[in-house]
């Protein structure tokens, strides 16, 4: 709705937030029951939000819980990140719908990766594996196509933020200087 009554206004900036892929696990329909079918029982049988960052309790927790508990708690993270997913290309629908591909820039990101049970962990726990850090970044540039190009270069989030501001026509500050655009 803001890109429908806004965007036409002159250069702008948007950060959308989607709804969050992280705990609890409170999933609306469709997305709940998505990726359910295999589990025996349903919501008021499985803990939606197990410890998080809470070493102690995470560990009894991961004692005590089942396969059919770690599974559901999959499921709901595959749903809420189906729902994303789903409102995500909303976004871009619209973004087709009003032309503004050839001169806005995208960037799809996010903070940081997520266990689910892997490693006996749920979240961003202590240590931090590749699974936490390596965090997808897809960046559309009109000015600056990439010709469907992938790129192993290192990138940190504080990066975004020179990014942004050269793309918008100023240069970043210099006491930024350990923000780099890419």
Known sequence: ?????YADRGPFFLQVESFDVH?????????????????????????VWPPYQMYDDLAEFMEQTTPEELAYLRAQYY???????????????????LGLWDDTMIIFT?????????????????????????IPMIVWDPRNQGQDRRTNGLTQTVDLFSTVIEASGGTPPEETRHSRSI
């Open 1 to 5: 709705d803001w890109l429908e009554n």
């Open 23 to 47: 705990e609890p696990f409170h999933v609306p329909e469709p997305y709940a029951s998505m990726y359910t079918d295999s589990i025996p029982g349903g919501p008021d049988d499985y803990n």
């Open 79 to 97: 749903g809420k990140t189906t729902m994303v997913d789903k409102w995500f290309g909303v976004l871009l629908d619209k973004i087709s719908s």
């Open 110 to 134: 996010t903070d940081h990766g997520h266990d689910l049970g892997e490693r006996g962990v749920f979240g961003k726990q202590y240590p931090h594996f590749d699974s936490h850090a390596n």
